[in-house]
């Protein structure tokens, strides 16, 4: 009873006594909560303290817990290992060792890494990787190796070799190999050479050999904007579009969409459309225009308008209850409906018309 008890005082004093030591080094209170075992060491005027077995201690209002922790008075270092985790404000962050610099305020993260921010609003983001840096004093996060993440607000993941994060500014970006895709299957991929994300506008840019996919089309171009809560995407620099029924190009792509269920495309200067009757068929007609706005009902164009300087071809084939026709024409305005089908229900040019029309009777 005496040896426990005499073991209970001498932990309590090695205890208090490495908090006065450690207290108020680098502007921030140390407090040691538990340790299983303590050793405090002196080596050239050095203290440095170990810890061993369900550490768990505060450096201000961060909170740290691992199996293993030394601590060095002078230096005003801390290194952590086995199952760390580290809570500060909204921030939880989990490795296999961690080493905190107090003065500069920088955690550097190694092994089974995984950050996760967690809002008051239930939204969360999380990051995971092999090696990570977290500047607490500018609240920004770097990443690298293997990088995956998952935003709960925008239902996506993301992985690239390397992403940054500033928090203060809301402004992230993702190089080496970064890809975006949505948390439901197959509805949103996008691949760049570069992704930027600006938090407060809930835009996403990439840059360089963009390439997205989804259920309802494919799209390539040097450039994308895609802004997420508006689910308006802007493709630049040679943009193309591909559909089972349709391949189109211009200056500039605009894809307005509902859950991410492609609704409308508009096309803006030198306009290229050419589309099959069938799905997976022979994309052998053709509009060119000025401006051209798609409507589209899942993967079927319903509606088709082009503006200025208008040239198309239409070819329909003979088939049972479809007579042969083709149209070519010229002018200021075409409008076309498609039924479920698919099939041309009813075109109209406006304007400037020229043009011939040639069909044949199948009676």
């Not at 550490?55 to 230096?75: C, D, L, N, P, T």
């Not at 086995?82 to 955690?107: C, G, H, P």
């Amino acid at each position: 009873m005496r040896r426990n008890l005499t073991g209970s005082i001498l932990s309590f004093f090695l205890l208090l006594l490495a908090n006065l030591l450690l207290a108020d080094t680098a502007g921030e209170s140390f407090r040691l909560i538990h340790s299983d075992r303590l050793n405090l060491n002196t080596v050239q005027n050095e203290q440095i303290l170990q810890l061993n077995g369900n550490v768990h201690f505060f450096y201000g209002k961060v909170e740290f817990r691992s199996q293993r922790a030394i601590i060095w008075e002078k230096q005003k270092i801390a290194r952590l290992y086995d199952n760390v985790r580290i809570s500060t404000d909204t921030l939880t962050l989990v490795a296999d060792s961690v080493a905190y610099y107090r003065v500069t305020e920088q955690l550097r993260l190694g092994g089974s890494v995984l950050i996760t921010e967690s809002k008051p609003d239930g939204t969360y983001r999380w990051f995971s990787c092999d090696n990570a840096l977290y500047d607490k004093k500018q609240d920004r996060l770097t990443t690298w190796q293997k990088v995956k993440a998952y935003d709960k607000l925008e239902n996506a993941y993301a992985s690239c070799g390397y992403a940054f994060w500033d928090r203060k500014a809301g402004y992230a970006y993702m190089v080496e190999d970064p890809v975006v895709y949505g948390g439901t299957p197959d509805t949103l991929y996008i691949r760049a050479g570069r992704m930027e994300y600006f938090e407060s506008d809930r835009k996403l840019i990439a840059t360089f050999d963009v390439q997205t996919n989804s259920n309802d089309y494919r799209a390539q171009s040097d450039f994308l904007i895609y802004f997420l809560k508006a689910e308006k995407a802007v493709f630049t620099g040679n943009p193309k579009f591909f559909s089972d029924y349709s391949t189109a190009e211009a200056t500039e792509f605009y894809l307005y969409l509902s859950e991410r269920k492609l609704q409308r495309a508009e096309l803006v200067d030198s306009c290229s459309v050419w589309f099959a009757e069938e799905q997976h068929g022979a994309q052998d007609n053709w509009v060119k225009a000025s401006y051209v706005r798609i409507t589209f009902n899942g993967d079927n164009i319903r509606h088709f308008v082009a503006e200025e300087m208008v040239t198309y071809y239409y070819l329909q084939s003979p088939k049972p209850r479809q007579d042969f026709f083709i149209n070519t024409a010229s002018g200021e305005y075409l409008e076309a409906n498609f039924n479920e089908d698919n099939k041309l229900d009813r075109m109209e040019m406006k304007r400037n018309i020229r043009g011939k029309y040639v069909f044949k009777n199948k009676s």
